[in-house]
């Protein structure tokens, strides 16, 4: 039968038909209360007159062919009941012309059969009546369904069309659920956001779909022909609840677009873009159409596995179970299941249109995606990477059993490997982003696997515990290792400083109070403004700038707040050119004034080193003032040189005014304090002359705050290429002095190692 363009287009929206007809009735109430993408559709949409739920595709012969599928609505998600206006709008509705059944039937749809025991139907024409519950036998009443749960019959009814069958597989979920967890805590510590399994299982199947694209096909009539259709794209289907009228919830489905050419992070984002916009209304009509492949997710309800409906113009529905321990072991206790290694599995089906697809292609096709979801080829490598986690991904490999080493040494000696390798593996590089790894810190290397994660082990007061979970000591270890501080310290031989590092390293550290945050925030700020009004303003003009590096004045400011909480009597500075002006004027103290007059020209009659760059070389006093209110005297010692030149200079100012105030032993009151750029530490000697000095009684100062910049460009070369250590600090190890390494992305770490650098000495 050929169809009238004057009837809607809703029908290419599948089960979301009721949703289109209940939007075109707001719409004609209200146009503003509908999104505007869908006006241009109302403007030529009529609903059928024949008693359904939309019309069918304009200009289509014979066929209804919805887009997507949803499971029938359970008993404790029904589709929503209609509003009294829609109810009003259904009793007034034309009946359309009898067919022997009083109803007009759409091709591929059979009529509702009457319930047993019901009356009989009225006379076609008598819609009045149709609208009112009848009664029936045993006391029961018989109600006419509509919206949702109208279009599901319908659907149901087109699907009896389609012969279908299933392939059931398990799969261990492990994997799954531990490398959900490091990147949902990465996310946590990073940009935020949280992975669902559904995130990750959905990516899984189209990666398999990429391989197998025979299930992505479908069956269809072409010319009373049958014919299979391939399409160019994979548009997978998802099923999203939303609540309804009178607090009803009802199923809307919708599918991602081109899912094949995405990573991981376009699909998560395009993924969490659709259900947000479900969520606010703001759905458009190409996000109900074009279906290939669905997801649907009984698991959330407790189902382990479900067989799905399957509808026209889609080839197969992926379902996915609850998460659960198998049946046999699920009266066992935690920790006896983690002694002898089960995991909880997943079970997956595969329903699929058998004209089109063969069995063993839908069991090959669910293989595929059981060996991604165990990470094979790389699979939550390719993710980790999509979403710049740092680390590398949890591995799946078989349980192994205790051998000649208790594992318990093991975990001992793992803790000892992230204690000294552990920087290793920190994430402390902004400008390059790779997954980092070392042998040494691989569970795998130390005889252990994911299976004993959640075993608990004696670990001999580490973290104030006796016993600890494998999984809740690496927790710890990389918490205070791995992140964006690297610590490194075991090289000093003093076991009582090592003892006093780590419990102050080891330890859980809590995002600073708000208003901590804020004042960081506030120097931040002013070290961006000042370089970026120097650049506005003196366009041209010889300018050693801060650019990149602003979080060293958070740092330096946290420095002299805690000498000055500790009663010193003066904080020493020396510097290079690179960010001089900054620290002038945001630490030092020195006005604008004099500092834009220098740029102007206007210097000092008196200086002797004539013009230039002369503003880099002069010193300055000042006071600091710290958030807690105490005060600290604060001077910048001149560089009239080259770079690391007033590293020595730096010291014997710094000793003279200890020896001038001669407060004895305890009398280290003066704070040196200096900054150095990467490439002049490790390749100027003179500072390993002045490091060879420190500990000397004749010329030792109570400990000098080193802040090495690294802008890893230095001496206009990288690092590989300039010096032959692993770190431009790696020459401070030879007087055991502890060294921190610090992401500069990261300012709440920089200030809480500054202080503890403070503290340490």
């Known amino acids: 039968m050929s169809t009238s363009s004057t009837f809607g287009q809703a029908s290419q929206f599948g089960p979301n038909e009721w949703l289109v007809e209940e939007m075109y009735q707001r719409f004609l109430d209200d146009p503003s209360d509908v999104d505007p993408a869908w006006h241009e559709f109302f403007a030529d949409y009529r609903p059928d007159p024949r008693g359904g739920n939309g019309g069918m595709k304009r200009g289509a012969a014979g066929t209804e062919t919805p887009d997507a599928v949803s499971p029938a609505p359970t008993p404790t998600a029904g589709p929503a009941e209609p509003t009294e206006r829609r109810r009003a709008a259904d009793r007034s509705a034309p009946a359309g012309p009898a ?409 859980p550290h809590q995002k600073p109070h708000s208003a901590e945050q804020k004042y960081m925030l506030s120097k931040l700020n002013a070290a961006e403004a000042f370089e970026t009004f120097l650049q506005t303003k003196y366009v041209g003009q010889k300018r050693f700038s801060l650019e990149g590096a602003e979080t060293v004045i958070a740092l330096l400011d946290a420095v002299l707040a805690a000498a000055a909480d500790q009663g010193l009597d003066e904080v020493v500075v020396g510097m290079p050119h690179r960010g001089r002006l900054n620290v002038l004027a945001n630490i030092v103290g020195k006005p604008y004034s004099k500092i834009f007059d220098e740029f102007e020209g206007n210097l000092d009659p008196g200086s002797a080193q004539g013009s230039g760059d002369v503003k880099y070389h002069l010193g300055a006093d000042g006071t600091f003032r710290a958030p807690s209110g105490s005060e600290v005297a604060v001077s910048l010692t001149a560089n009239p040189s080259h770079l690391e030149a007033v590293d020595p200079v730096l010291e014997g100012i710094v000793r003279a005014k200890q020896d001038v105030l001669n407060k004895g032993e305890a009398g280290f009151t003066v704070l040196p304090l200096l900054l150095h750029g990467d490439a002049a530490f490790a390749g100027q000697g003179v500072v390993a002359e002045t490091l060879n000095f420190s500990q000397l009684r004749g010329y030792r100062t109570g400990g000098t705050v080193h802040v090495v910049v690294n802008n890893q460009v230095g001496f206009t070369t990288s690092p590989s290429a300039s010096r032959s250590s692993l770190y431009c600090t790696d020459i401070a190890r030879m007087i055991a002095a502890p060294i921190f390494h610090v992401n500069g992305d990261d300012p709440e770490a920089c200030v809480r190692v500054a202080r503890l650098a403070v503290d340490f000495r």
């Open 99 to 507: 067919n022997g059944n009083g109803s007009m039937s759409h091709t591929g749809t059979k009529p509702v059969p009457a319930q047993a025991g019901s009356e009989a139907k009225p006379a076609a024409g008598t819609t009045s009546q149709a609208a009112k519950p009848a009664p029936a036998g045993a006391g029961g009443v018989t109600t006419p369904l509509r919206g949702a749960a109208r279009t599901v019959v319908q659907n149901m009814n087109a699907s009896l069309a389609v012969p279908t069958a299933t392939s059931v597989r398990a799969v261990p979920a492990k994997l799954l659920a531990d490398n959900r967890v490091v990147i949902n805590n990465q996310l946590a510590r990073t940009r935020g956001g949280k992975l669902s399994f559904t995130h990750l299982i959905g990516y899984a199947v189209i990666r398999a779909m990429t391989e197998h694209q025979v299930m992505n096909r479908h069956f269809e009539e072409v010319d009373g022909r049958p014919s299979v259709v391939q399409p160019d794209h994979v548009n997978l289907g998802l099923a999203i609840d939303l609540p309804g009228h009178d607090g009803q919830r009802s199923l809307v489905v919708v599918s991602i677009k081109g899912c094949e050419a995405m990573g991981f992070a376009q699909f998560w984002a395009a993924y969490e873009d659709m259900v947000r916009r479900a969520r606010n209304g703001k759905l458009e009509t190409e996000d109900f159409a074009g279906t290939t492949i669905s997801l649907t997710n009984p698991g959330t309800l407790g189902t382990n596995h479900s067989v799905p409906r399957l509808m026209p113009g889609q080839g197969a529905i992926i379902g996915v179970g609850a998460m659960e321990y198998p049946a046999e072991f699920q009266g066992a206790s935690e920790e006896r299941l983690a002694d002898i290694g089960v995991s909880r599995i997943i079970t997956l089906t595969s329903t699929y249109d058998h004209r089109v697809i063969q069995g063993a292609e839908s069991g090959d096709f669910l293989r595929r995606v059981h060996e991604l979801l165990l990470g094979e080829d790389a699979f939550y490598d390719g993710i980790f990477a999509s979403l710049r986690v740092p680390y590398e991904p949890v591995r799946w490999v078989q349980d192994i059993p205790e051998g000649t080493v208790d594992k318990t040494a093991r975990v001992l000696e793992l803790i000892e490997s992230y204690r000294t390798r552990g920087h290793l593996m920190a994430d402390t590089d902004p400008l390059n982003y790779r997954q980092r790894r070392h042998p040494d810190l691989d569970v795998l290397s130390h005889g252990m696997t994911l299976w004993d994660l959640d075993r608990e082990f004696a670990v001999g007061g580490f973290a104030g515990r006796a016993h600890l979970k494998l999984r809740d000591v690496l927790g710890v270890l990389r918490d205070a290792y791995c992140r964006t501080v690297g610590a490194e310290y075991m090289h000093i031989a003093d076991p009582e400083q090592r003892v006093w590092l780590q419990q102050r390293i080891e330890i």
